[in-house]
């Protein structure tokens, strides 16, 4: 496994190790799990070479409390990467992807970055699409891939890839549970023993609001969640919406056609955890 700390390095090694080879990215924060590793499966069995990039992008918090927090694993990632043979490691600085000038890029999704986390996370997908593109430029990957957990964040990286006219294939792989049903996330690390009993209640709640979508109008469902929701002392509902999946635009009412997916997302204490279900 090579591991490499710079963008220059890192591209004079792939010029060699990559001629006529396909490339998986699965572009992470690090404080790897096993749904990274999935990812980092699937990606192997469908690439010559894979390329897992860890990057804690500074650009996509809006909250610096979330940054400082947010967990950094570095050694313990690398042991799992070798052991789970990944080829190349990318481990920039923020020097090196800013170049001392830490600011997002603007993007237009057509209107995806507006809805649900756009509305709570001011920029965040500005500096999602940032890093993204940085990254896809650095790596030149043919395929990459991303979990299923930031539905919102897969579709606007699909967008960006369409708007820009980027060479790669995203690819969404199914959300990777504990269990319990939790959503793995590298947030779950933080949580303390009593919110981590109480949280596998997000998916639970979910996917009830499944079953209740089949009889419902969705008015019905969202309140539903909301007073199940209320009656939790540990998690604070922010949202829960019913969204298009393609538009992500909140539905009111059921169309024919319209394939619609539930998203929450949750506080325990500052802790936000976001999960989502496929309801048709
Ligand atoms: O999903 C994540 O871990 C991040 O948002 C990503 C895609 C690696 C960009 O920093």
Redesign the pocket.
């Known amino acids: 496994m090579n591991v490499f700390y710079t963008t220059l390095s890192l591209q004079n090694e792939l010029k060699k190790l990559a001629e006529n080879k396909t490339i998986g990215l699965v572009?992470?924060?690090g404080a790897l799990h096993k749904g990274h590793v999935s990812l980092i499966e699937t990606a192997k069995a469908e690439n010559d070479i894979t390329v897992v990039s860890i990057?804690v992008?500074p650009t996509?918090f809006d909250k610096q409390e979330d940054l400082t927090n947010y967990p950094r694993t570095l050694e313990s990632d690398l042991e799992l990467l070798k052991n789970v043979k990944c080829d190349v490691v990318y481990v920039p600085s923020p020097e090196d992807i800013y170049n001392n000038n830490v600011i997002s890029e603007k993007f237009d999704f057509d209107g995806l970055e507006k809805e649900m986390e756009g509305k709570h996370r001011k920029g965040h997908f500005d500096g999602?699409g940032t890093?993204?593109k940085k990254l896809f430029e650095a790596v030149k990957p043919t395929n990459a891939y991303?979990?299923e957990k930031?539905f919102q964040?897969l579709q606007i990286i699909k967008k960006l890839v369409e708007k820009y006219h980027i060479p790669v294939k995203v690819i969404g792989c199914e959300i990777y549970r504990e269990k319990d049903g939790l959503a793995m996330s590298s947030r779950n690390l933080r949580l303390t023993e009593q919110q981590r009993k109480e949280a596998p209640f997000i998916y639970k709640t979910l996917k009830k609001a499944k079953q209740l979508f089949t009889e419902k109008p969705i008015t019905e469902v969202k309140k539903w969640v909301e007073k199940e929701f209320a009656k939790n002392q540990t998690l604070i509902l922010e949202y829960f919406d019913i969204a298009d999946i393609n538009t992500l635009k909140s539905a009111k009412r059921k169309g024919r056609k319209a394939k619609y997916r539930g998203f929450i997302a949750v506080y325990a204490d500052n802790i936000r955890l976001i999960d989502n279900i496929p309801l048709n």
């Open positions: 572009p992470t924060m990057f992008n996509q999602v890093i993204v991303f979990g930031d964040q």
